[in-house]
């Protein structure tokens, strides 16, 4: 028997029309213990006024998310307004063992809130209320559906902004942010999900309201909040959250800086880190992706650049100006042959708005676009760059680049065309080479986008079986029955096995007791 | 987003269109902020994305009902094509598509009637008046969210004293507000007026066409708009420099007349000309109207920008002229109307307008002012707020600042002005 | 590296399996600094320390791996060499602390409102479960979403989940400049006053009362921290340096009043008083309070929940964290049960059972 190539197997699965028989990712329920019409039945009665979406049409908008590689039809989709009606449905859920898929906006790229065939889509998009902005404390207290962008509105009248910004932050929810513990363009200085949430509060898939973390900055007991932030919906559905807010900085500027070549702008990454340089955020984009994005902001971007780097700097002003000047420097002293500093907070908008929209942007491109996720130790980033460029060339598809450098993050986004029978499986190849190529330069398979579907069979480069086996032990001191969001973020161990990609340590499989084929 | 037409629609061109405009797509989701509907019900099959996705599934063969009854629901305000990183152009998609999706799921007989008798009547300002004339006579037996839509009728407005000048240019008020609003082309000729330029009310000129495109009659649009074409061609020959159309959608209509006619050679290109000559009254005042005396008015005002008018011109226009604004916080995109919208989806377009209202409100402005007869009817009958055209409010403030009319400089210099238009065009 | 780097890995993870096999507890020690932190614990003792040495460090990736017995004084010497620091500031009470206590016990000094936590600064760690098995999380990158965030989780679990052998940590370059400005301020409008700052765009890096002076530290590039000095006012103070030391340490005077200790961990406008008497101190800007004095455990458990946050008594072997809701001291078990199946690894630590 011939192993199935990664894509090649995605293909079957996709042609069925199906995840497949068996689950790949955590397990789950086993399949529900009733027929769908008694599903939807008991459904109907335990939440009588809710929209509970059953017929083929309505249900096919949501069988994907921002990763639209993955689709898969649910058996409903239920769009609650009210913490009790979600809780009824998990308990109908629960009994019946309806897989349960928590979802947010829908624009999370690997496939987190990808749907169940048997199961429920939790829609929690009516969830957008700013319950509470507290100054002094500088929290908020939110339900999961509200936006980023709306929670800093929101609070920039008392001076205080929520910091974690990733580029879908006008559309995406909190829900999902936590789901994804999501970063952004400012990370680099403000941090990640994790580092900006006090406390939420969950539904288990029992049922049960919990509160972890509190509204202080720490909580008596284990660092739950901490498991919770990145457990992409497997864990609980986030029902509120309190964010920690800050001061917003008087003076942020943005130094646009061109390069020659894709080296000389790493190199420069890492010598303004390395001298002790504090930017609120360092971001690259290659030349595909500078013209991308280009032409859809008109931001002004040196369209031949080799590479462009947005180098921004926020605090007081004397501080700013201060490390603006330096920074302006050392990057012309790294070979940046156009400088460009932003001089009013409308241009420092629109500088970024040309980075903050480039994946979409790419679309322009290509018809469609497939964005990896990898994280690199920074010294790495030449010579990750220059090895995507030749797997580039040899799957002969385009991969624009456009990442926080200042992080390690790359996000190559490799363009395809779904229409042509080959590219897409072509893409997940190169994809999967690339993230073969992060872990080898001592990176990990995923910075911000988490596994969702499309990196479980990556998950196995990174992890062995032992690693493997706690996180299902801790998904099963959550969720018992399995669910919640089954099939995702945690490979099962055989997948792992048939994949044949895990990690041989020490001239040992780990899976010697599995069959390999 | 990849689209696999369905065997009997590849050889429709509006098909292939259609799966052309979606393949832009890549299903980012930035639209849906954007979308009011979305805003309001949380289902992403009343957003951009859910919608697209549904025509997708329209031109895969296999989809109609529920593809058309999301489809109605949207306001076609457009707001997703300026959130759309990926450039799609949605509202083309969406009239791309009408006619595929009409003849999969045909209409009901009840809704056609409904859309049968607005394309019927409202265009016409004949008509139209005659059954707001009966409708206001008959209010008190009227269901009262008809009875909520009818504007008290206008005091006769004065029609204004015109001098004669050397520019001039074309005026034309929409079907509906020149019935429902004849204060509003009356004051926009008035400032023309002081600004030394002499308005021309084409005569005999109905609808833009927008009304019947948007209900899906194709051929009905198209006639109107060759007749528009055939009636304001000669004023721009005989030197009237620019078309001014108080109502912002209609004024947005023209601009689109090019794309309509893009393939008949007879129109295309004066369609062109007319619709690069269409210029928003607030430009106009933002150019050359800066100059006039004007007595701003004490209390500040609220504004609300339709989805059919540039972002933030109004706004300019009045903070340049000193004239203050209330904040507007959280305030969502459209307020409801888009056109027929409020006659069609009375529901949602009301929880739409007590929004938009009550963000309107939030400041204790004075009066609400816009740029569109739809939201201004609209508006008002949400709003316990006076609501009109901001150009009636430029017209006044210049009035109380004194500011006379240009200097002529055409024919007698004598002061005797000229009768303009009447009140109402037939 | 000093002579006295070892791999101890095997050993290590040997002496777990038998423990594991034999069902015997083990009490984990590292540098023994810490152990008033918690309950004590019944066991065998399981030395740590020896298994120590800087594994990584790079000044430019501004990331560091160590082996979990490394002194805490080794890494700080090290960082300082390159003019960086652990931003979180960690306690160390005592000379022979651990880099792996330090996290166990998940400690951050008065810093930690503006720059985060210890466990916002674990990258990844390589760990020992209750079964004696090797089992690494995390990474040495700044950003990583794969799997479960389980270094973060075990941060401050106190050796409860699972033994640290190795431990990789963000660090950052140390702020240039640094000024102590200080006033008396009462202690009725402290709180205040310190959540006013603290919204302010100050580069502030500590902020605390000692129940009769203001203190607030700032920190970042000489221009910035001359700007927000002439801002906010006040004396500049002597030596801040100790001062600081004095309150990360618990040195300072406050501290040596008789009664046992309480950490009070509140949202930062909480108003006092507390209940009972005496002035608290106040550190992080309001969100962490120190308290001396005795009274019902129970009505000082009572007074932090109601107001969002938790209460600690640190007594040398009486320490009591606040008592769990039910659900949650259940999900606790049932996790401690997944890491330590036989509930080998620092028993009772944090509460009976876990």
Same mark, same amino acid.
């Given at each position: 028997?011939?192993?199935?190539?990664?894509?090649?197997?995605?293909?079957?699965?996709?042609?069925?029309?199906?995840?497949?028989?068996?689950?790949?990712?955590?397990?789950?329920?086993?399949?529900?213990?009733?027929?769908?019409?008694?599903?939807?039945?008991?459904?109907?009665?335990?939440?009588?006024?809710?929209?509970?979406?059953?017929?083929?049409?309505?249900?096919?908008?949501?069988?994907?998310?921002?990763?639209?590689?993955?689709?898969?039809?649910?058996?409903a989709?239920?769009?609650?307004?009210?913490?009790?009606?979600?809780?009824?449905?998990?308990?109908?859920?629960r009994?019946?063992?309806?897989?349960?898929?928590?979802?947010?906006?829908?624009?999370?790229?690997?496939?987190?809130?990808?749907?169940?065939?048997?199961?429920?889509?939790?829609?929690?998009?009516?969830?957008?209320?700013?319950?509470?902005?507290?100054?002094?404390?500088?929290?908020?207290?939110v339900?999961?559906?509200?936006?980023?962008?709306?929670?800093?509105?929101?609070?920039?009248?008392?001076?205080?902004?929520?910091?974690?910004?990733?580029?879908?932050?006008?559309?995406?929810?909190?829900?999902?942010?936590?789901?994804?513990?999501?970063?952004?363009l400012?990370?680099?200085?403000?941090?990640?999900?994790?580092?900006?949430?006090?406390?939420?509060?969950?539904?288990?898939?029992?049922?049960?309201?919990l509160?972890?973390?509190?509204?202080?900055?720490?909580a008596?007991?284990?660092d739950?909040l901490?498991?919770?932030i990145?457990?992409?919906?497997?864990?609980?559905?986030?029902?509120?959250?309190?964010?920690?807010?800050?001061?917003?900085?008087?003076?942020?500027?943005?130094?646009?800086?061109?390069?020659?070549?894709?080296?000389?702008?790493?190199?420069?990454?890492?010598?303004?880190?390395g001298?002790?340089?504090?930017?609120?955020?360092?971001?690259?984009?290659?030349?595909?992706?500078i013209?991308?994005?280009?032409?859809?902001?008109?931001?002004?971007?040196?369209?031949?650049?080799?590479?462009?780097?947005?180098?921004?700097?926020?605090?007081?002003?004397?501080?700013?100006?201060?490390?603006?000047?330096?920074?302006?420097?050392?990057?012309?002293?790294?070979?940046?042959?156009?400088l460009?500093?932003?001089?009013?907070?409308?241009?420092?908008?629109?500088?970024?708005?040309?980075?903050?929209?480039?994946?979409?942007?790419?679309?322009?491109?290509?018809p469609?676009?497939?964005?990896?996720?990898?994280?690199i130790?920074?010294?790495?980033?030449?010579?990750?760059?220059?090895?995507?460029?030749r797997?580039?060339?040899?799957?002969?598809?385009?991969?624009?680049?456009?990442?926080?450098?200042?992080?390690?993050?790359?996000?190559?986004?490799?363009?395809?065309?779904?229409?042509?029978?080959?590219?897409?499986?072509?893409?997940?190849?190169?994809?999967?080479?690339?993230?073969?190529?992060?872990?080898?330069l001592?990176?990990?398979?995923?910075?911000?986008?988490?596994?969702?579907?499309e990196?479980?069979?990556?998950?196995?480069?990174?992890?062995?079986?032992?690693?493997?086996?706690?996180?299902?032990?801790?998904?099963?001191?959550?969720?018992?029955?399995?669910?919640?969001?089954?099939?995702?973020?945690?490979?099962?161990?055989h997948?792992?096995?048939?994949?044949?990609?895990?990690?041989?340590?020490?001239?040992?499989?780990?899976?010697?007791?599995?069959?390999?084929? | 987003?990849?689209?696999?037409?369905?065997?009997?629609?590849?050889?429709?061109a509006?098909?292939?269109?259609?799966?052309?405009?979606?393949?832009?797509?890549?299903?980012?989701?930035?639209?849906?902020?954007?979308?009011?509907?979305?805003?309001?019900l949380?289902?992403?099959?009343?957003?951009?994305?859910?919608?697209?996705?549904?025509?997708?599934?329209?031109?895969?063969?296999?989809?109609?009902?529920i593809?058309?009854?999301?489809?109605?629901?949207?306001?076609?305000?457009?707001?997703?094509?300026?959130?759309?990183?990926?450039?799609?152009?949605?509202?083309?998609?969406?009239?791309?598509?009408?006619?595929?999706?009409?003849?999969?799921?045909?209409?009901?007989?009840?809704?056609?009637?409904?859309?049968?008798?607005?394309?019927?009547?409202?265009?016409?300002?004949?008509?139209?008046?005659?059954?707001?004339?009966?409708?206001?006579?008959?209010?008190?037996?009227?269901p009262?969210?008809?009875?909520?839509?009818?504007?008290?009728?206008?005091?006769?407005?004065?029609?204004?004293?015109?001098?004669?000048?050397?520019?001039?240019?074309?005026?034309?008020?929409?079907c509906?507000?020149?019935?429902?609003?004849?204060?509003?082309?009356?004051?926009?000729?008035?400032?023309?007026?002081?600004?030394?330029?002499?308005?021309?009310?084409?005569?005999?000129?109905?609808?833009?066409?927008?009304?019947?495109?948007?209900?899906?009659?194709?051929?009905?649009?198209?006639?109107?708009?060759?007749?528009?074409?055939?009636?304001?061609?000669?004023?721009?020959?005989?030197?009237?420099?620019?078309?001014?159309?108080?109502?912002?959608?209609?004024?947005?209509?023209?601009?689109?007349?090019?794309?309509?006619?893009?393939?008949?050679p007879?129109?295309?290109?004066?369609?062109?000309?007319?619709?690069?000559?269409?210029?928003?009254?607030?430009?106009?005042?933002?150019?050359?109207?800066?100059?006039?005396?004007?007595?701003?008015?004490?209390?500040?005002?609220?504004?609300?920008?339709?989805?059919?008018?540039?972002?933030?011109?109004?706004?300019?226009?009045?903070?340049?002229?000193?004239?203050?604004?209330?904040?507007?916080?959280?305030?969502?995109?459209?307020?409801?109307?888009?056109?027929?919208?409020?006659?069609?989806?009375?529901?949602?377009?009301?929880?739409?307008?007590?929004?938009?209202?009550?963000?309107?409100?939030?400041?204790?402005?004075?009066?609400?002012?816009?740029?569109?007869?739809g939201?201004?009817?609209?508006?008002?009958?949400?709003?316990?707020?006076?609501?009109?055209?901001?150009?009636?409010?430029?017209?006044?403030?210049q009035?109380?600042?004194?500011?006379?009319?240009?200097?002529p400089?055409?024919?007698?210099?004598?002061?005797?002005?000229?009768?303009?238009?009447?009140?109402?065009?037939? | 590296?000093?002579l006295?780097?070892?791999?101890?890995?095997?050993?290590?993870?040997?002496?777990?399996?038998?423990?594991?096999?034999?069902?015997?507890?083990?009490?984990?020690?590292?540098?023994?600094?810490?152990?008033?932190?918690?309950?004590?614990v019944?066991?065998?003792?399981?030395?740590?320390?020896?298994?120590?040495?800087?594994?990584?460090?790079?000044?430019?990736?501004?990331?560091?791996?160590?082996?979990?017995?490394?002194?805490?004084?080794?890494?700080?010497?090290?960082?300082?060499?390159?003019?960086?620091?652990?931003?979180?500031?960690?306690?160390?009470f005592?000379?022979?602390?651990?880099l792996?206590?330090?996290?166990?016990?998940?400690l951050?000094?008065?810093?930690?409102?503006?720059?985060? @936590? =210890?466990?916002? +600064?674990? /990258?990844?760690?390589?760990?020992? #479960? &209750?079964?004696?098995?090797? *089992? !690494?999380?995390? %990474?040495?990158?700044?950003?990583?979403?794969?799997?479960?965030?389980?270094?973060?989780?075990?941060?401050?679990?106190?050796?409860?989940?699972?033994?640290f052998?190795?431990?990789?940590?963000?660090?950052?370059?140390?702020?240039p400049?640094?000024?102590?400005?200080?006033?008396?301020?009462?202690?009725?409008?402290?709180?205040?006053?310190?959540?006013?700052? @603290? =919204?302010?765009? +100050?580069? /502030?890096?500590?902020?605390?009362? #000692? &129940?009769?002076?203001?203190? *607030? !530290?700032?920190? %970042?590039s000489?221009?910035?921290?001359?700007?927000?000095?002439?801002?906010?006012?006040?004396?500049?103070?002597?030596?801040?340096?100790?001062?600081?030391?004095s309150?990360?340490?618990?040195?300072?005077?406050?501290?040596?009043?008789?009664?046992?200790?309480?950490?009070?961990?509140?949202?930062p406008?909480?108003?006092?008083?507390?209940?009972?008497?005496?002035?608290?101190?106040?550190?992080?800007?309001?969100?962490?309070?120190?308290?001396?004095?005795s009274?019902?455990?129970?009505?000082?458990?009572?007074?932090?929940?109601?107001?969002?946050?938790?209460?600690?008594?640190?007594?040398?072997?009486?320490?009591?964290?606040?008592?769990?809701?039910?659900?949650?001291?259940?999900?606790?078990?049932?996790?401690?049960?997944?890491?330590?199946?036989?509930?080998?690894?620092?028993?009772?630590?944090?509460?009976?059972?876990l």
């Amino acid at each position: 028997m011939t192993h199935p190539s990664l894509g090649s197997f995605r293909r079957v699965l996709a042609a069925r029309g199906e995840q497949g028989d068996r689950p790949y990712g955590t397990p789950g329920t086993g399949g529900p213990s009733c027929s769908p019409r008694e599903i939807l039945r008991r459904l109907r009665g335990a939440v009588p006024g809710c929209p509970l979406l059953s017929h083929p049409e309505e249900l096919r908008p949501y069988e994907c998310d921002g990763l639209t590689a993955y689709r898969q039809i649910p058996l409903a989709v239920a769009i609650p307004e009210s913490v009790a009606q979600v809780q009824e449905i998990l308990r109908v859920c629960r009994t019946l063992r309806v897989p349960v898929i928590p979802r947010g906006a829908g624009t999370g790229l690997s496939g987190g809130a990808l749907p169940n065939r048997s199961g429920l889509v939790l829609s929690m998009t009516r969830f957008r209320k700013i319950l509470a902005v507290d100054p002094l404390n500088r929290t908020a207290r939110v339900e999961p559906g509200v936006t980023n962008r709306a929670i800093s509105e929101a609070t920039s009248p008392f001076g205080l902004f929520y910091a974690p910004d990733p580029s879908s932050e006008v559309a995406c929810t909190i829900g999902g942010n936590i789901a994804e513990n999501a970063g952004g363009l400012h990370c680099l200085k403000y941090g990640l999900t994790v580092h900006n949430v006090l406390s939420v509060k969950i539904l288990t898939a029992e049922g049960e309201w919990l509160v972890l973390g509190s509204e202080a900055y720490d909580a008596a007991g284990f660092d739950l909040l901490a498991l919770l932030i990145g457990s992409e919906g497997l864990l609980g559905v986030v029902v509120e959250a309190t964010v920690r807010l800050l001061p917003r900085p008087p003076l942020a500027r943005l130094i646009v800086a061109a390069f020659p070549s894709v080296e000389s702008a790493s190199t420069a990454v890492g010598k303004l880190i390395g001298e002790g340089f504090a930017p609120a955020g360092l971001e690259m984009m290659d030349n595909l992706a500078i013209r991308a994005a280009e032409a859809f902001v008109h931001a002004g971007y040196p369209v031949e650049a080799a590479a462009l780097l947005l180098c921004e700097f926020d605090g007081g002003p004397e501080e700013v100006d201060d490390q603006i000047e330096l920074a302006e420097k050392r990057l012309r002293e790294s070979g940046a042959d156009f400088l460009r500093s932003s001089s009013s907070e409308e241009e420092r908008l629109l500088l970024w708005k040309g980075r903050k929209s480039a994946f979409p942007a790419a679309g322009r491109m290509a018809p469609d676009y497939y964005c990896m996720d990898g994280t690199i130790p920074r010294r790495s980033l030449p010579e990750a760059l220059l090895r995507i460029a030749r797997l580039s060339e040899e799957f002969r598809l385009p991969v624009a680049n456009v990442f926080h450098a200042g992080d390690g993050n790359l996000h190559p986004l490799i363009l395809y065309d779904a229409s042509h029978p080959h590219e897409l499986q072509q893409a997940e190849r190169l994809g999967r080479r690339i993230l073969e190529l992060c872990v080898e330069l001592g990176g990990v398979i995923t910075g911000e986008h988490g596994v969702g579907v499309e990196k479980l069979g990556s998950m196995c480069l990174q992890f062995r079986a032992p690693e493997l086996a706690q996180f299902h032990r801790i998904k099963e001191a959550f969720d018992p029955d399995g669910i919640l969001n089954p099939g995702k973020a945690v490979p099962l161990l055989h997948r792992c096995a048939e994949l044949g990609a895990m990690h041989v340590h020490q001239g040992a499989l780990p899976f010697p007791e599995i069959e390999r084929y | 987003m990849e689209v696999h037409l369905s065997h009997s629609l590849q050889g429709e061109a509006a098909a292939r269109e259609g799966e052309r405009l979606i393949r832009a797509c890549v299903h980012c989701g930035f639209c849906l902020p954007a979308c009011p509907t979305y805003q309001l019900l949380g289902d992403e099959l009343d957003s951009p994305r859910g919608r697209i996705y549904l025509i997708k599934e329209v031109l895969e063969g296999r989809g109609g009902v529920i593809a058309r009854a999301h489809l109605d629901r949207c306001l076609l305000c457009r707001a997703c094509e300026r959130a759309c990183p990926s450039g799609v152009e949605y509202g083309r998609l969406v009239a791309t598509t009408r006619g595929l999706l009409a003849a999969q799921s045909p209409r009901g007989p009840r809704d056609r009637l409904l859309r049968w008798l607005i394309r019927t009547i409202v265009p016409y300002p004949a008509r139209f008046s005659r059954v707001v004339a009966v409708a206001r006579w008959i209010r008190p037996v009227l269901p009262a969210s008809l009875a909520a839509k009818l504007p008290t009728p206008p005091p006769a407005a004065l029609p204004p004293v015109l001098h004669p000048h050397r520019r001039r240019m074309l005026l034309v008020p929409g079907c509906a507000q020149s019935v429902l609003s004849p204060a509003t082309h009356l004051s926009l000729a008035r400032v023309c007026d002081r600004l030394g330029i002499e308005p021309i009310f084409s005569p005999g000129s109905g609808c833009c066409g927008a009304l019947f495109h948007h209900l899906g009659s194709e051929e009905a649009a198209l006639r109107q708009i060759r007749r528009n074409i055939d009636l304001w061609w000669p004023e721009l020959q005989a030197g009237a420099e620019a078309l001014l159309i108080p109502a912002s959608a209609c004024a947005l209509m023209v601009r689109e007349y090019p794309d309509l006619l893009a393939r008949d050679p007879a129109y295309a290109d004066r369609a062109r000309r007319i619709a690069d000559a269409v210029k928003d009254p607030a430009d106009l005042l933002l150019s050359e109207g800066l100059r006039l005396p004007i007595a701003p008015p004490g209390r500040a005002i609220a504004i609300h920008c339709p989805c059919t008018q540039q972002p933030g011109a109004v706004e300019a226009l009045f903070r340049k002229l000193g004239i203050p604004l209330v904040p507007q916080p959280d305030s969502p995109a459209c307020c409801g109307a888009a056109g027929a919208y409020a006659l069609l989806q009375p529901r949602l377009s009301n929880q739409l307008r007590a929004r938009k209202a009550s963000a309107l409100e939030a400041g204790a402005p004075a009066e609400i002012l816009t740029a569109n007869i739809g939201c201004q009817i609209h508006l008002a009958s949400g709003s316990q707020l006076r609501v009109r055209h901001w150009i009636e409010l430029i017209d006044e403030c210049q009035t109380q600042a004194g500011a006379s009319h240009g200097v002529p400089t055409r024919g007698e210099a004598n002061g005797h002005g000229r009768e303009a238009c009447p009140a109402v065009q037939t | 590296m000093s002579l006295q780097d070892q791999d101890l890995t095997d050993a290590l993870a040997g002496e777990v399996r038998r423990a594991y096999d034999s069902g015997t507890p083990l009490s984990l020690v590292g540098g023994e600094t810490k152990p008033f932190l918690g309950r004590s614990v019944t066991g065998r003792r399981l030395p740590l320390g020896e298994h120590r040495g800087i594994l990584r460090y790079e000044p430019t990736e501004l990331v560091l791996t160590a082996r979990a017995g490394t002194p805490l004084s080794q890494i700080h010497g090290l960082l300082a060499s390159q003019d960086q620091w652990l931003p979180f500031e960690p306690p160390s009470f005592g000379a022979s602390a651990t880099l792996g206590g330090t996290i166990a016990c998940g400690l951050s000094g008065p810093a930690r409102p503006f720059t985060g @936590a =210890a466990r916002d +600064f674990v /990258l990844g760690v390589r760990l020992l #479960d &209750g079964r004696g098995e090797v *089992l !690494r999380f995390g %990474g040495e990158v700044i950003k990583n979403v794969a799997g479960y965030d389980v270094s973060r989780f075990v941060t401050g679990a106190q050796g409860t989940l699972g033994i640290f052998l190795e431990i990789s940590l963000k660090v950052s370059p140390r702020p240039p400049t640094s000024a102590t400005l200080v006033w008396e301020e009462a202690p009725e409008t402290a709180v205040r006053r310190l959540c006013r700052l @603290a =919204a302010e765009p +100050f580069p /502030l890096s500590a902020a605390c009362h #000692d &129940g009769e002076r203001l203190f *607030l !530290r700032l920190s %970042g590039s000489k221009a910035g921290v001359q700007a927000a000095a002439n801002r906010i006012g006040g004396e500049r103070l002597a030596e801040p340096e100790l001062f600081w030391q004095s309150v990360r340490e618990r040195t300072h005077p406050f501290f040596a009043r008789p009664g046992p200790l309480w950490r009070l961990s509140v949202p930062p406008a909480t108003q006092p008083p507390v209940p009972g008497a005496g002035t608290p101190f106040i550190d992080w800007a309001g969100a962490q309070r120190w308290w001396k004095g005795s009274i019902e455990p129970a009505a000082l458990w009572e007074w932090a929940r109601s107001r969002g946050g938790h209460a600690t008594l640190l007594d040398a072997g009486r320490s009591c964290l606040q008592p769990l809701e039910p659900a949650l001291l259940s999900l606790h078990r049932r996790l401690k049960a997944s890491f330590d199946p036989k509930g080998i690894l620092n028993p009772g630590r944090l509460y009976d059972q876990l």
